[in-house]
């Protein structure tokens, strides 16, 4: 599909049917619009990794996020236990 739009798009700025600033400014917006694409698909294929080491990163990671919650919930003061 946006193979084809980007084809359409060459075809009408050469027939002189479309502006070529416009056409820039699509052609960004689709960029933008796979990158996006891909890094969505990226997040959901990391997302997907069970291996031993990503489970222990991800519980580290959430362990680091609670504590800088329980930071910002104390006013910025660390909590000593």
């Known amino acids: ?10 075809e009408d ?6 502006h070529t600033g416009k056409a820039h400014c699509a052609n960004q917006l689709l960029g933008n619009y796979i990158k996006a694409c891909d890094a ?3 997040r959901a294929e990391f997302d997907l990794i069970d291996l031993p080491e990503f489970q222990e990163l991800r519980a580290e990671v959430k362990a680091l996020q609670e504590q800088a919650e329980a930071v910002r919930a104390n006013g910025g003061q ?3 236990a």
């Open 1 to 10: 599909m946006v193979k084809e739009r980007l084809w359409k798009m060459h």
């Open 13 to 18: 700025v050469v027939a002189g049917k479309l």
């Open 40 to 42: 969505e698909t990226k």
């Open 78 to 80: 660390r909590c000593h």
